[in-house]
């Protein structure tokens, strides 16, 4: 089974995580092949657009740990760092700066890697029973390589969020200004359809210099040169558990993340 669909609808292009017996987890896979639909539907003349959503009970659970990668006593900082730089970092810069409006539709958990898909949308509509988590201070690392919290959540939410690893629910994220709008469960597709569609009736110029106008201004805030900079931060977790035990933290969560999903 495919694990990213996509299709245009009426100029909107949706692309869809597509793993839903795995909560939509990310395999390198999945990543390079939304990579490649998001950068399909940016060369599209007739998308003005993105609208990003996924399949089953949950939007995304974040990062799959349960396979790939060279053997443990082969892995090296440089490898870990090479990997994520990538697509974790490189991929979800590339995504926030589609010059298109992008709409994340997210429903269930979003936890720690899933926040690098939702995050990088221009608007974020949540269903009721969305939850937004970042846990892995548990497992040694200060948060996901794309540190979005600041930005999203305001200093101190942000503290809260990752000291305790406990999920932000759609109505504090809307409280916030993280997500655009809550609604009903059944009525996510729906709701976020009817805004693109809305939005596709804009000129397409004058979309692409608002998106520009609004990111270039928290470029200049130092949202970019924060990201970069965060992200080394988050490599250094992964130096400390080499150092430590010869495995990258990441390799433990999981289990922890198995959890989380459960609650």
Not at 16 to 27: D, F, G, S, V
Not at 46 to 59: C, P, Q, Y
């Amino acid at each position: 089974m495919e694990q990213i669909l996509y299709e245009v609808r009426d100029r909107v292009a949706v692309i869809t995580l597509n793993r839903p017996e795995a909560a939509n987890a990310q395999t390198m896979e999945l990543l390079d092949d939304l990579d490649a639909a998001w950068t399909r539907a940016a060369a599209d003349d007739e998308v003005r657009v993105i609208v990003l959503k996924a399949n089953g009970r949950h939007f995304s659970a974040g990062h799959d740990l349960k396979g790939g990668g060279p053997a443990p006593e082969k892995l090296t900082l440089e490898y870990i760092y090479n990997i994520e730089a990538r697509r974790y970092l490189e991929y979800t810069l590339r995504w926030r700066n589609v010059p298109k409006p992008s709409i994340a539709a997210v429903q269930g958990k979003c936890i720690a890697g899933g926040l690098m898909l939702c995050w990088p949308c221009d608007l974020i509509v949540a269903a009721e029973n969305a939850q937004f988590s970042d846990p892995v201070v548990h497992m040694g690392i200060g948060g996901v390589e794309y540190h979005g919290h600041t930005w999203e959540l305001g200093p101190r939410k942000a503290k809260e969020i990752l000291f305790t690893g406990r999920p932000v629910t759609a109505e504090e994220a809307e409280k916030v200004g993280m997500v655009n709008r809550v609604v009903p469960l059944d009525d996510l597709d729906t709701a976020a359809m009817e805004l693109a569609g809305q939005i596709a009736q804009m000129h397409p110029f004058a979309l692409r210099q608002a998106k520009r106008a609004v990111n270039q201004t928290l470029d200049v805030q130092g949202f970019y040169a924060a990201i970069q900079s965060v992200f080394d931060i988050h490599e250094t977790g992964h130096g400390n558990a080499l150092s430590e035990s010869g495995l990258p933290v990441l390799m433990q969560l999981t289990g922890m993340k198995d959890k989380v999903k459960g609650q």
